[in-house]
């Protein structure tokens, strides 16, 4: 046994050959192990600040979409309010359309049965006319007599001429149509 074997606390001892480590104080641990613990509460501390940051910007979200969705609700109670009139406006105005149409419609009929029984009236007339006045010349000269008389109804004017000449009686009877309103 000889130098060779080397004794518990040489091994433990520093070699030229190894490269020496250094120990620690323990002063220097129990700091390291108070800066972990502070990293650690650094962190936690972190994550809290992120959690309330989160939180927080949630609140806002969620205060946001609640103003939006009850603005929405505001504007369509409105619109419910509001549809209910426009569409009566729409039916009125419509309705006011139809009957100013109708009325221009009933009008321009009256206007042109007018026109027709007046046209009517005015041949009639034309030629009650020729008659009398052929009649008057013819008179003269053969004394004749024109006998007439006339009868409005409710739906037609009648018409009766009896013109007497010297050869015999002529008699023209005559019955227009009267246009009713209905």
Not at 52 to 59: D, F, N
Not at 94 to 118: G, K, N, P
């Amino acid at each position: 046994m000889g130098e060779e074997q080397q004794k518990p606390e040489e091994l433990n001892a520093p070699t030229d050959d190894a490269p020496q480590e250094k120990q620690q104080p323990a002063d220097l641990s129990s700091e390291t192990e108070k800066a972990k613990s502070k990293k650690k509460q650094e962190l936690s501390e972190k994550d809290q600040v992120v959690k309330i940051q989160a939180w927080w910007r949630g609140t806002l979200v969620r205060r946001s979409l609640l103003h939006a969705a009850l603005s929405a609700w505001i504007i369509q109670c409105w619109w419910r309010l509001i549809l209910p009139k426009i569409m009566e406006k729409r039916r009125q105005s419509m309705l006011d359309t139809f009957q100013q149409e109708q009325w221009a419609v009933v009008r321009l009929q009256s206007w042109i049965r007018m026109w027709r029984i007046r046209r009517r009236y005015c041949r009639l007339l034309k030629a009650v006319r020729t008659i009398q006045s052929h009649w008057r010349g013819h008179t003269c000269s053969s004394r004749g007599v024109i006998k007439g008389q006339y009868r409005i109804s409710t739906s037609q004017m009648h018409l009766e001429l009896e013109v007497l000449l010297g050869s015999g009686p002529c008699i023209v009877t005559e019955c227009i149509p009267l246009p009713i309103k209905q």
